[in-house]
């Protein structure tokens, strides 16, 4: 499928999503600019306050976006999932160019108008609305700009706490090794940001002093205005009813359910969903949720449940020292769950996730490697890619190297986990810490080396449940015990690759799977 | 109050003015009376305190010590808004808002206290004609399209606008070239004599002061150290005076006058 025919088919999803991002950004730098420009001004009147706060707004600035919406989701009011946490994210980035703009642009004023305007007898009032203000105007804009173009990027980000926007096509092509869908969502983001700087630009130049000079300026600016005014009010409608499709938690029977940001998580999401929806309850989807925001979303009571593994709850939540036994991984984990975070673990779904050691198949074939002992010895002249997790975990590559005596001819690539397999494939790297269940592993021709010293801990797939979900919805116990023992290894590589080599949607795939398995 | 018209339009009582960063004061014992009517021209030389003079009477700096009345009143007693708006202010370069037109910056004033519409245009055109600018070629430009000379003329019509009792001008004309500047200075004269204005005009130009001034102050390092009108100051033996009157002697051998 060319890029056309793909645009063709997709039109009304990557509409939705422009829109969405489009929001997001307008939203957030409309609010930025109403909380920004006047903290501006107030720095220039208190001099006390101006390092701080700049120092503050710095700061903020810095913080990276996953931290921040980790940080956010438990918080009342301003977080949970979805739109409201990825703009208050948004807001506390574009806050720094705007304030400082608005600082730099009033102080820049030259110093004999406001003596003048002083000494004609205006007042502080009179002089920032007519004097600082309108002569501060281009800078001020350059900083909203700035801001605004920096927001188009970060949204991308926004997809992974839920709000939608270009980053979910980039994330899933990221994923699903689709060039189609990466510039399907980097392309129009692309667009924005150059359509946001070209046209504040305008804006800009209006209000500097040789655009003024001009004649005949009423009409471009007038323009202007209606523009931005008829945006903002498509972004309130938009951001209105995204709100009104949030709105969760009230009603008695629905289910909010989560996913990770891949594909398996996805699927397992929406075979929960399905089959609750099968039995009438509501299901409110929160999918593609970054990092391990799932996690601080299901303890703050956004969401209802989401698949986890076992492994990964071990070592990554409760920060224990990988162990290789399997029921006392899942025991332990539904103990501690229970207590610490009132959250109930389903019955394990019949497969295990584990890390694969994935070499390509012609080097497998070759040196005629099997297991991970055996590529020991090759590894000295070969490169590694690992995923983010995979290299700082605990059960990752810090004791999975020492475990094997394993070294590579540099440090390896920490890149994006779905990078390390286009990594492998084009021979940039030499060896990748994939999924097990992976569907691409047969359609790349990887081969995965087995875990001969049995390092790597358990990963069998689970829900993770609210206790008091099962209170409200009835029907999820019988759910999930239906859903234990239900997929194989084998099974659910399978389903990942009708996803993410067949392009098909979730949401079909799991249809299909279900079918049998709900009549009976 | 009518014991008010009697006295000195600005009087000084014993003004000093410091600030703590400088070790010593800005401006030193200053007493000094301003009658209605004249134009009392501040002579001096950079850091004198000839625009700290100026700045304290219309309440841009309040004294450290002893009181500047204006009208009879204290500044500290007046509402600091209240005297900037009866007080006309000229300074180097016009500040003019550059984003104004040549009109608003003349209105500005007259606006500040709700003239109605038709009153401010009149006046601006009243002010501009003046002034010498030709209200239907200047009115709507900005600054940036006029001449510095034009940009002063538009300065000083704007400080007339709300028809002040007092003018405020701190080397007014310092920038601009010798045939522009004369040619506002005799402006001058014949304005503040037809409006009947007081004003007080700091300049560093000797030649300045005695084309403009009725009467002369001479500061030197925060001190009015002679206050005498133009002929007198020719002949004064004061040794700051002399030194200025040695620079005219000079400029007069000098045909070009480049160093005014």
Redesign the interface.
């Known amino acids: 499928m060319n890029f056309w025919q793909f645009l063709q088919q997709n039109w009304n999803e990557l509409l939705t999503l422009v829109g969405q991002h489009l929001t997001l950004v307008l939203i957030s730098t409309l609010i930025a600019v109403v909380i920004g420009i006047p903290t501006g001004i107030l720095l220039t009147r208190k001099k006390a306050l101006r390092n701080p706060i700049l120092g503050i707004a710095n700061v903020m600035q810095t913080i990276p976006s996953l931290a921040l919406f980790g940080f956010l989701i438990p918080l009342p009011f301003l977080g949970g999932i979805g739109a409201r946490t990825a703009i208050v994210a948004l807001v506390v980035y574009a806050l720094l160019p705007i304030i400082r703009n608005t600082v730099t642009g009033i102080l820049g004023v030259?110093h004999?108008?406001r003596?003048?305007?002083?000494?004609?007898?205006?007042?502080d009032t009179?002089i920032l609305k007519?004097?600082e203000i309108?002569?501060a105007m281009s800078v001020i804009l350059t900083g909203v700009r700035v801001a605004m173009v920096i927001s188009v990027g970060v949204t991308t980000i926004a997809a992974a706490v839920g709000a939608g926007g270009l980053g979910v096509y980039i994330f899933r092509g990221l994923r699903q090794y689709d060039n189609n869908l990466l510039l399907a969502g980097a392309l129009p983001a692309a667009l924005m940001a150059l359509a946001a700087d070209f046209s504040l630009g305008l804006l800009e130049k209006h209000f500097s002093?040789e655009g003024?000079?001009k004649k005949h300026r009423r009409w471009g600016f007038t323009a202007s205005i209606v523009a931005v005014v008829v945006i903002a009010m498509l972004a309130a409608l938009g951001i209105w009813r995204a709100g009104r499709g949030q709105a969760t938690g009230e009603a008695g029977s629905r289910v909010v359910v989560a996913s990770k940001d891949f594909t398996e998580s996805i699927l397992l999401a929406e075979i929960v969903a399905q089959s609750l929806e099968a039995r009438g309850v509501t299901v409110d989807r929160q999918y593609e949720l970054g990092g391990n925001l799932p996690h601080d979303a299901l303890v703050a009571g956004r969401i209802d449940l989401y698949p986890e593994y076992t492994g990964t709850a071990y070592t990554a939540i409760l920060r224990h020292p990988p162990i290789t036994d399997p029921r006392a991984v899942y025991d332990q984990v539904k103990r501690e769950y229970g207590e610490r975070f009132n959250a109930e673990v389903s019955p394990p779904l019949g497969f295990e996730n584990t890390f694969a050691i994935l070499v390509r198949g012609a080097d497998a074939r070759r040196l005629n490697l099997k297991t991970i002992s055996e590529a020991v010895p090759q590894a000295r002249k070969w490169r590694a890619g690992f995923g983010q997790d995979f290299m700082t975990r605990a059960d990752g590559y810090p004791g999975f190297s020492k475990a094997y005596g394993l070294k590579f001819v540099d440090q390896p690539r920490e890149m994006d986990l779905s990078l390390t397999y286009i990594a492998l494939a084009s021979n940039k790297v030499d060896l990748i810490a994939g999924n097990s269940t992976e569907g691409r592993i047969a359609a790349l021709d990887f081969v995965q080396l087995t875990d001969d010293r049995r390092y790597f801990p358990p990963y069998e797939a689970v829900y993770l449940v609210r206790k008091d979900t099962f209170k409200r919805v009835p029907q999820l116990g019988e759910v999930l015990a239906k859903l234990a023992n239900s997929i194989s290894t084998e099974e659910m590589r399978r389903l990942n690759y009708e996803v993410d080599a067949n392009k098909r949607a979730p949401a079909e795939v799991v249809r299909e799977w279900l079918q049998p398995r709900l009549a009976t | 109050m009518s014991e008010a018209n009697n006295t000195a339009l600005v009087e000084f009582r014993d003004v000093s003015y410091a600030v703590p960063a400088l070790p010593a004061p800005i401006l030193s014992d200053l007493d000094l009376k301003v009658e209605r009517g004249e134009t009392l021209v501040l002579l001096g030389e950079s850091g004198c305190g000839k625009t700290t003079t100026l700045k304290l009477i219309n309440r841009l700096y309040l004294p450290t010590a002893g009181e500047v009345l204006v009208e009879g009143r204290p500044t500290t007693d007046w509402d600091p808004i209240q005297l900037r708006r009866r007080t006309g202010y000229v300074i180097q370069d016009a500040g003019l808002f550059p984003h104004f037109t040549v009109a608003r910056n003349v209105a500005l004033v007259p606006s500040l206290e709700n003239w109605d519409a038709s009153r401010i245009n009149d006046r601006v055109r009243e002010l501009l004609s003046l002034v010498g600018l030709d209200p239907e070629k200047y009115a709507e430009r900005y600054p940036r399209e006029l001449s510095g000379g034009q940009r002063q003329r538009v300065g000083v019509a704007r400080a007339l606008a709300a028809e002040p009792p007092l003018l405020l001008l701190d080397e007014p004309f310092g920038a601009l070239d010798p045939l522009t500047r004369a040619s506002l200075q005799r402006q001058f004269v014949a304005l503040t004599r037809r409006l009947g204005k007081t004003a007080i005009f700091v300049t560093h130009d000797l030649r300045e002061a005695l084309r403009l001034g009725s009467r002369i102050g001479l500061m030197h390092a925060g001190r009015l150290v002679l206050l005498e009108t133009p002929d007198n100051f020719l002949n004064s033996e004061e040794e700051h005076a002399r030194a200025y009157l040695e620079t005219l002697k000079l400029q007069v051998e000098d045909p070009d006058g480049g160093s005014a």
Do not use: S
């Open positions: 030259d004999n108008v003596e003048a305007a002083v000494a004609m007898g205006m007042t009179q007519q004097v309108p002569l002093l003024r000079v």
